[in-house]
Structures are given as C-alpha cells and as structure tokens.
C-alpha cells in the first residue's frame, strides 16, 4: 500500500470512528454525571482525604459559590507565611518545603541540615546513567525525557515495588534530589544532538540548594548570583503543591491506589503535567505573549492591546484557541497567591535585566482581560491571572530556556506528588474506580457477509 493509499485508508477509519462516536452533548446535562470530576457549580467531586495541601478560592455560603482572595495551604500552613518565615531568616525554602510535605511538620535546624545534605549526596545518578538513559537516545522532548528517565531508575533499584513506607520515601528523597539533573541533562542532550549545540554535563556539588544544583547544571559557564538562585527557589516553592485534585497529582494517586511502583505512578504525573492544559500552560503563556508583541505596535496604548485581546477571543488572532492563556483558574477567581507572590518578586529583576517593559505588557494584559472577556464573552463572572502569567517571565529573566519552563514545574511538584503517593498507599488502601455511563443500546452481532 503507497503512501497516499495508506492517508485515505486511514482517514476513512477516522470517519469511521465519528460516525459511530458521537455521544448527545445533552446527556451531560444529567445531575448524576460529573463532566471532568467537577459538581454543575464548578466545584470538585470530593475524591478523598487529604492533610497535604488545601487550593482556597471561594467560600459556599447556602449553597452559593462566593468568591475570595486566593489562598494556598501546605500541610495547614499559609505559603504567605511560610515564605515570609525563611525569606526573613535568608534561607533558600524548597528543602524546607519538601520536608514539610513530606513528614507533615516544619523541620528543626538539624532535620532541615540532614534533608538538605541528604539531597546532596543523592543528586548523584547512578553509575552510567546519564549515558545509557539520557545521552544514548536522546529526545526533543524534556517532559518525555524525564519520564523516561524516571522509569529507567527501576532498573537501578534493588527494591523497587515494596511499599512499606521507609523504601516509598527513600525513593522520593531520590527523585526529589535527581529530577535537576535528569532536566539538565535531558536538556543538555537536545541541546547537544538536535541543537548542534556543545554538550555541557557539569556535575553537581554536594552542598548547594536544588535551585542552586539546576542553575549549575542547565548554563554553560556554572555561574549564577544568589539573587537568580533565591528567585528560581521561589519558583520552586510555589510549584511544589496544589492540593490532590489537580490533574497531575490525581494521576500520581490514581495509579498509586493500584499498588504500582513509585516509578510508574511519578511517570504517570509526568505524562499529566506536560499536557499544555495544566503544567504546559506556561509555555503557552510564553508564545501567547511573543504573538501580541509581534502584532501590537504600542504596548503602551490598552485601547490597541484590548482590540486585540478580543480578537484573540473570538479566534482572530494568537493561536485561533479563542483563550487568553494565565488568565482564569479552576478554584481561584479574586487572586492566585502564587502569581501575586511571583509578581511581587519578578519585577526588580525583570527591569535589571531588560525586560521591564515586558513586565508592563503582562500587567496590561491581566488589568484588561476580564474586561475584554465580560465584552466579547458576556461573562461577568471573576477572573484573574493564574501563576503561569508570570513564571515564564521569570524564567526568561533568568535565561532559562522555553523547553524547560514545564520541566521545572516538574522538578517543584515531584514533592507534592511523593507526597500525595504516601498518603494514598498507607492512608487509602481502596483502588481508585469511578463509573461512567453507558449511552449506547443493545446490538446484536452481524454476519461478515451481512454488514
């Protein structure tokens, strides 16, 4: 079969399909179906238990869905507060945070000392790794590369499906400490094989922070200041949690209630948030962005800008998605905690570093875009930015490139997420299996040479 032969059988199959797929819109509309988990007011479908984290964004008041400032919870601490606390006291905060997650208490002097050592000397890969899992096949792909690559430590694992607790956080203190150099060298390799780039492997030092260990690892010359390295800790600290039910973490527990290795469950959160509508939405953001400078001449004038913040809504212009990306969220509506800390903290460096006004553009932009939604939408309903508003400006101000932008959300969130797999294994025990309903009738089987 030639080639052209093979694209119209195949696209008679996928005709196929349509025809015999199609399920009434209208079905959904009955009480008992929860589109996408989630009740007809836009809450969640309560899934289980958790003492991990808590997404704050209204309050129900009789049964009504009333909107509040944004507020984000690590094992009941406020991540305003936490921040605030190590910031004050000049430490780097995602050690803390990741020990906080995943033993449920703010650790003392000595128990932060001994995880923060304790992810030093595990950054370290395994003997022959990085040439055998990542330089030998190398992918275009960060996200596909780090999934691999977590799967690959099962081969190197002398215990890899006990789950007793003491092996499931051994494990997660391994991939909490060895996800910057699996992005690095994932990157470095892309870099290297599809970039016709030199290739740049720098092995890390056993006493720096995670946001340091990356930093070293992704630029060329190992050089950073500790003003880049506290902002991407901060980046760090407020990617590392998001409550059970968004995706990627559903994804982690879900597998995890199946009693699957570590492994397999964390590359199933891996696959989650490389999707451009939940981790990849900050590169998205990104390109959102490149568009509108390219195709507004005065970033200074929100008479133009809104114009064409509305074409993008009904599909002019951008990417034709009819979405304006950072803005609007699942759960927060008045404010996302993360994108107020992020823009708080972005914008010395953004000016140092050229890039203030962009930093006014993505302002503009977020100050306008409820108002051009309410306008072309008729939508009166609250919205704001989200985090991915900014990260990506962040990143960009810290040199860091496009294809690693959802990388590093990963490498925040594998905290959360071994956190999560913890709580599901020893706290849950009951395999995870919602029902769908069946729309189809009863057919009775034909003949080959009836049909």
């Not at 696209?11 to 025809?19: A, F, P, R, V």
């Not at 009333?66 to 006291?89: A, H, Q, W």
């Not at 275009?140 to 499931?168: F, V, W």
Request: with cysteine; hydrophobic share 35%; charged share 25%.
């Amino acid at each position: 079969m030639d080639e052209r032969t093979q694209n119209e059988f195949i696209s008679n199959l996928c005709k196929e399909y349509l025809k015999n797929n199609q399920i009434d819109p209208s079905y959904y509309s009955d009480p008992a179906v929860k589109r996408g988990l989630r009740n007809a007011n836009g809450t969640g479908v309560i899934a289980g238990l958790s003492q991990i984290g808590d997404v704050v964004g209204y309050e129900l008041r009789d049964g009504e869905r009333i909107s509040v400032p944004g507020r984000l919870y690590y094992r009941g601490y406020n991540l305003e507060d936490l921040i605030d606390g190590f910031t004050k006291e000049g430490r780097y905060g995602f050690e803390e945070v990741s020990y906080l997650l995943l033993f449920g208490a703010l650790p003392r002097a000595d128990q932060l000392k001994y995880i923060t050592d304790q992810f030093g000397v595990l950054r370290q890969l395994p003997r022959f790794f990085t040439e055998d899992h990542i330089l030998s096949a190398p992918s275009r792909n960060i996200m596909n590369k780090l999934a691999r690559s977590t799967l690959g430590l099962y081969c190197y694992d002398d215990n890899p499906d006990d789950t007793s607790l003491e092996n499931l956080m051994r494990q997660g203190m391994e991939l909490i400490a060895r996800f910057p150099l699996f992005l690095a060298y994932a990157y470095q390799a892309k870099r290297h094989f599809f970039d016709h780039k030199s290739l740049h492997i720098h092995f890390p030092h056993d006493n720096q922070s995670t946001a340091e260990s990356i930093l070293r690892a992704v630029r060329s010359d190992k050089q950073f200041t500790e003003e880049e390295a506290k902002l991407l800790d901060l980046c760090l600290v407020l990617h590392a949690e998001h409550g059970g039910g968004n995706n990627s973490t559903f994804a982690c527990r879900v597998c995890s209630s199946s009693g699957t290795d570590t492994y397999a469950a964390i590359s199933a959160a891996l696959a989650s948030l490389k999707g451009p509508l939940h981790g990849g939405a900050n590169i998205a953001v990104v390109e959102m962005f490149e568009d509108i400078q390219k195709n507004v001449q005065n970033w200074n004038d929100e008479g133009e800008v809104a114009d064409y913040l509305a074409k993008m809504l009904r599909k002019e212009a951008g990417d034709r998605s009819g979405k304006i990306y950072g803005m609007g969220h699942p759960i927060y509506t008045v404010s996302d905690p993360r994108a107020v800390i992020l823009k708080a903290n972005a914008r010395r460096l953004a000016e140092k570093n050229g890039y203030g006004e962009e930093f006014k553009l993505i302002e503009t932009v977020e100050r306008l875009s409820p108002e051009v939604f309410a306008h072309v939408k008729g939508s009166t309903k609250p919205m704001c930015a989200n985090v991915d508003m900014y990260s990506g400006l962040v990143y960009k101000t810290l040199g860091i490139p496009t294809e690693l932008y959802t990388p590093l959300f990963a490498a925040a969130r594998i905290s959360g997420w071994i956190a999560h797999r913890i709580e599901e294994i020893c706290g849950n025990s009951r395999i995870i299996r919602p029902a769908y309903r069946v729309v189809y009738d009863a057919r009775s089987y034909v003949p080959m040479d009836e049909r």
